[in-house]
């Protein structure tokens, strides 16, 4: 029972954080050696710079809106 309780009490408190979870924005990288540019939600090494975003989507075509 004691368990139980532990674990409902876990859940409950856990439950915030999962609720407002969200997917991570994605970004226009630009290659700093051909000015190529790619959608990628994470950095792509030292070689590219951010160029522009955040998007909602995997194209960087739908802009997420301001805060």
Same mark, same amino acid.
């Given at each position: 029972?004691?368990?139980? /309780?532990? $674990?409902?009490?876990?859940? /409950?408190?856990?439950?915030? $954080?999962?609720?407002?979870?969200?997917?991570?924005?994605? +970004?226009?990288?630009?290659?700093?050696?051909?000015? /190529?540019?790619?959608?990628?939600?994470?950095?792509?090494?030292?070689?590219?710079?951010?160029?522009?975003?955040? +998007?909602?989507?995997?194209?960087?075509?739908?802009?997420?809106?301001?805060?």
């Amino acid at each position: 029972m004691k368990n139980t /309780v532990l $674990i409902v009490l876990g859940l /409950v408190l856990a439950s915030p $954080i999962v609720l407002n979870a969200a997917p991570a924005p994605w +970004y226009h990288w630009r290659s700093k050696s051909t000015g /190529v540019l790619v959608c990628s939600q994470t950095p792509l090494g030292p070689g590219w710079a951010r160029a522009d975003g955040p +998007y909602r989507d995997a194209h960087c075509e739908k802009p997420l809106p301001a805060k």
